[in-house]
């Protein structure tokens, strides 16, 4: 049985290329226990069992002579879609963020379904690792979120749950149709502010690139950075936990939320990083934050996200007046965000990323404003210890896809009593990105240290 790809899935389809695959992945760390040496195997073998469930027994159908549509894989081949290796003795951490960054460069086969998943044992720390890679165009950051807290337990007791690929989820109920008149007139409603939205948008864009000063969204306003260089097939990863009681103490004492600390460390980490590097970057950064539009407990295939384009702090700003200022950006762009129906908005995003993809295509975006100077993203938790087949999680880190343009991705998630930060970027523009979380931390310990209460 096939069904049709919606707008949103089918643009992330589009532009994918060979050097910009556009798919989210996760490096989960679990702790090994204790005289359980085959426990990775053990799950490697159950994962192997599992029957995929939708939409990730599916493929893309992009015949040009039909509408795009996903269809029933015609087959499944469980040892390619679950790997089983291990790092060499003696191995460090750095070790397996290269790894993960050769894993994350490549394509998914599109002959296949959109998903694989590598068990990563002999990680250091008498550690084992879960990495999976998914296509955006079947998940995006809150229901991969679902996902693995529904492939994991609550306690200690044995057994291997279903993996994330294999769960059920819930889905939204449609609405009732209405009838063809209200159809046809809500289309062309619908339509019609989609363009009004991102022709706006653009306009502000244009304004702000020729010296205006503009509030709220604004999209293609960046200046040009080494975030923005072409992207190549080379990734580098870097990962980051910090105590997460402690950051919500801080944003609550400033009036800021908790994305708004995560994103003035990433925005002070950023400007540090491209200073160590020789390449100080004299202009605000902008940041594309995704905004779910999903519906609480809608666990459904695909895309349901808009995005914001946020303008950081000044370049020679403190942390703490870092934190002022990208609170102030946030909150004028999601004013302006919740004006729009949820329509309107995943019409938006679409539309951007087609503006994207064909300036990508057409080589405009390497003289042209791009869109923004990299992706800041804050997906739903994992808000209470969980385990695999006894192993408890000890981290969790998104390590998203890169945008068309926009070389440089940090995703967050709180886990337990953490705030895990996984960071990726084009490797051949931005090489050393765990220098770049060592900036974040450091961020991180100036600002702690200036909030009273600590």
């Not at 963020?97 to 994350?104: I, K, P, Q, S, T």
């Amino acid at each position: 049985m096939s069904r049709k790809i919606p707008l949103m899935d089918l643009m992330w389809l589009l532009a994918e290329t060979q050097a910009n695959p556009i798919h989210v992945c996760g490096l989960m760390l679990f702790e090994k226990p204790k005289g359980r040496p085959q426990l990775v195997r053990e799950i490697v073998a159950a994962y192997r069992e599992a029957k995929p469930s939708s939409p990730f027994d599916c493929v893309p159908d992009l015949e040009v002579t039909r509408t795009p549509r996903w269809r029933e894989a015609s087959d499944y081949n469980p040892r390619y879609h679950v790997q089983h290796i291990a790092l060499p003795a003696g191995a460090r951490y750095e070790d397996l963020l290269h790894l993960v960054g050769d894993l994350h460069e490549t394509m998914l086969d599109r002959n296949r379904p959109l998903f694989r998943m590598w068990l990563i044992d002999h990680v250091p720390g008498r550690r084992f690792a879960l990495f999976f890679k998914m296509h955006h165009a079947i998940i995006d950051g809150v229901s991969a979120s679902q996902r693995v807290n529904a492939s994991l337990r609550t306690t200690r007791r044995l057994g291997v749950p279903k993996p994330l690929f294999a769960v059920d989820l819930p889905v939204r109920k449609p609405r009732p149709p209405k009838a063809l008149i209200k159809q046809v007139l809500g289309v062309s409603s619908t339509a019609t502010s989609q363009y009004l939205a991102l022709l706006g948008s653009l306009r502000k864009g244009l304004w702000n690139w020729m010296g205006g000063k503009t509030q709220g969204s604004v999209p293609f306003a960046a200046h040009r950075g080494p975030m923005n260089e072409p992207v190549m097939n080379a990734r580098s990863v870097a990962t980051l936990s910090l105590p997460l009681k402690d950051m919500r103490r801080v944003g609550k004492h400033y009036g800021a939320t908790l994305n708004d600390v995560a994103m003035a460390l990433i925005d002070e980490g950023v400007h540090r990083y491209l200073e160590e590097m020789g390449q100080p970057f004299d202009h605000h950064l902008v940041a594309m934050c995704p905004v779910s539009l999903r519906e609480k407990g809608d666990g459904s295939a695909g895309t349901k996200v808009s995005a914001v384009f946020v303008r950081l702090g000044a370049p020679d700003s403190s942390v703490l007046e870092r934190l002022a200022q990208v609170s102030a950006s946030m909150n004028a762009a999601k004013d302006e965000v919740r004006t729009m129906s949820k329509e309107t908005a995943l019409g938006y995003a679409a539309g951007l990323m087609g503006i994207a993809g064909l300036t990508a295509v057409t080589h405009v975006d390497r003289v042209a404003p791009p869109s923004a100077n990299l992706v800041i993203s804050n997906i739903p938790g994992l808000e209470r210890q969980l385990y695999l087949h006894g192993a408890p999680l000890v981290a969790a880190y998104p390590v998203s896809a890169i945008a068309v343009g926009v070389g440089l991705n940090a995703t967050v998630i709180s886990s337990n009593d953490r705030m895990d930060f996984g960071f990726v970027a084009n490797g051949a523009s931005l090489r050393k990105l765990p220098v770049l979380a060592g900036h974040v931390e450091a961020a991180w310990h100036r600002l702690s240290a200036v909030t009273p209460g600590r």
